[in-house]
T-cell receptor, first 112, second 108 residues
Framework: DAGVIQSPRHEVTEMGQEVTLRCKPI?????LFWYRQTMMRGLELLIY????????DSGMPEDRFSAKMPNASFSTLKIQPSEPRDSAVYFC??????????FGSGTRLTVV | SQQGEEDPQALSIQEGENATMNCSYK?????LQWYRQNSGRGLVHLIL?????REKHSGRLRVTLDTSKKSSSLLITASRAADTASYFC????????FGTGTSLTVIP
């Protein structure tokens, strides 16, 4: 298995633009997580899915953020409109049950 | 807010010494996991300890868990320069949280 695949690796966008981050989890994993990492706040859980169903989105900062998981092999995190304070590294992780996460390489987002 | 808090925030040791990091958490857990993150990279799973276990070993890693104190420790023995990284604990249960991390520097 190629592991958790995230795209793009880097994204630079202007304030107000829509940003879409993509994630392909490991086949057979039933949990998918989106995390955001910044120096100030560390690792923050944004949302997680179980069997493609969103379970807890209480970490999503505001309505500008949305996440979907249309099938077991794909998830997106969308920010619309983006703001400079959204600049961070966004990680996707998947796991089978709660038996340890496998993280993707992350997407480094810069909003200017 | 962070469920897991790590202590110390930063640790600097000489190669060959042991490194101990501690993690405290707040709610009940199913298991607790430790991860390593090298600068600019994703997190790598190191070891998982279940709530009914007290100690676990994996190579040079030793993890302990005290559910009565809601705390865990990670010991890296005979440290190497390549162990330089940030180390995070993560809880899994009703909620999923990562600790604030310990930045470990191993000086050759």
């Amino acid at each position: 298995d190629a592991g958790v695949i995230q795209s793009p690796r880097h994204e630079v966008t202007e304030m107000g633009q829509e940003v879409t981050l993509r994630c392909k989890p490991i086949s057979g994993h039933d949990y998918l997580f989106w995390y955001r990492q910044t120096m100030m706040r560390g690792l923050e859980l944004l949302i997680y899915f179980n069997n493609n169903v969103p379970i807890d989105d209480s970490g999503m900062p505001e309505d500008r953020f949305s996440a979907k998981m249309p099938n077991a092999s794909f998830s997106t995190l969308k920010i619309q409109p983006s703001e400079p304070r959204d600049s961070a590294v966004y990680f996707c992780a998947s796991s089978r049950q709660w038996e340890g996460y496998t993280f993707g390489s992350g997407t480094r987002l810069t909003v200017v | 807010s962070q469920q897991g808090e790590e202590d110390p925030q930063a640790l600097s040791i000489q190669e060959g010494e042991n490194a101990t990091m501690n993690c405290s958490y707040k709610t009940s857990i199913n298991n607790l996991q430790w991860y390593r993150q090298n600068s600019g990279r994703g997190l790598v799973h190191l070891i998982l300890i279940r709530s009914n276990e007290r100690e676990k070993h994996s190579g040079r890693l030793r993890v302990t868990l005290d559910t009565s104190k809601k705390s865990s420790s990670l010991l890296i023995t005979a440290s190497r320069a390549a162990d330089t990284a940030s180390y995070f604990c993560a809880t899994a249960g009703n909620q999923f949280y990562f600790g604030t991390g310990t930045s470990l520097t191993v000086i050759p």
